[in-house]
T-cell receptor, first 115, second 113 residues
């Protein structure tokens, strides 16, 4: 199994540009998440989804959008890139069938630099 | 607001010694806790979890202890090895925000020979 796959691994954007970070999982997980990790810091939740067609904001959603048209895919969209969005972005998924099963599996991350 | 935080940002441990990483949480409604290990350039990797109806759980070379009275959990690594060098995060999940994991800031563990 591939697990959680993120693309691209690295990207440099100019201020004001847009891009989509791709995330796919092949574990048939209901829950998917997007986190950002700033240098030397923990992970902050941007958006999450409990299933296809359902998304909700996390702790730091401003400047981002998501969609969940299929169980497998959960792309993250940056519309007008700003230097404050320079970070490492992690996608994760979990089975989420109960409060006792929320172990999340993470992708390898996308390192984004906005200049 | 509610948060999960770690006491020590960096922990230096001699190879072969035991490591103890601490984590505090502020929300008594938290009912599920996970420890993750993150090696440089990689995503977090699950180590061990514990539910709020337990106070101790053991895995291979790792033990998690949960003290609900003082809202504290710890990760103990026995016989620390060079491969244990990484950043360790605790994360919490709550039934009122089911499925969302909230992470602490992380502790850097450095294993010295």
């Amino acid at each position: 199994n591939a697990g959680v796959t993120q693309t691209p691994k690295f990207r440099i954007l100019k201020i004001g540009q847009s891009m989509t970070l791709q995330c796919a999982q092949d574990m048939n997980h209901n829950y998917m998440y997007w986190y950002r990790q700033d240098p030397g810091m923990g992970l902050k939740l941007i958006y999450y989804s409990v299933g296809a067609g359902i998304t909700d904001k996390g702790e730091v959603p401003n400047g981002y959008n998501v969609s969940r048209s299929t169980t497998e895919d959960f792309p993250l969209r940056l519309e007008l890139a700003a230097p404050s969005q320079t970070s490492v972005y992690f996608c994760a998924s979990s089975q989420g069938q109960g409060a006792w099963n929320t172990e999340a599996f993470f992708g390898q991350g996308t390192r984004l630099t906005v200049v | 607001g509610e948060s999960v935080g770690l006491h020590l940002p960096t922990l230096s441990v001699q190879e072969g010694d035991n490591s103890i990483i601490n984590c505090a949480y502020s929300n008594s409604a938290s009912d599920y806790f996970i420890w993750y290990k993150q090696e440089s350039g990689k995503g977090p990797q699950f180590i061990i979890d514990i539910r709020s109806n337990m106070d101790k759980r053991q895995g291979q070379r790792v033990t998690v202890l949960l003290n609900k009275t003082v809202k504290h959990l710890s990760l103990q690594i026995a016989a620390t090895q060079p491969g244990d060098s990484a950043v360790y995060f605790c994360a919490e999940s709550r039934t009122d925000s089911w499925g969302k994991l909230q992470f602490g800031a992380g502790t850097q563990v450095v294993v010295t020979p």
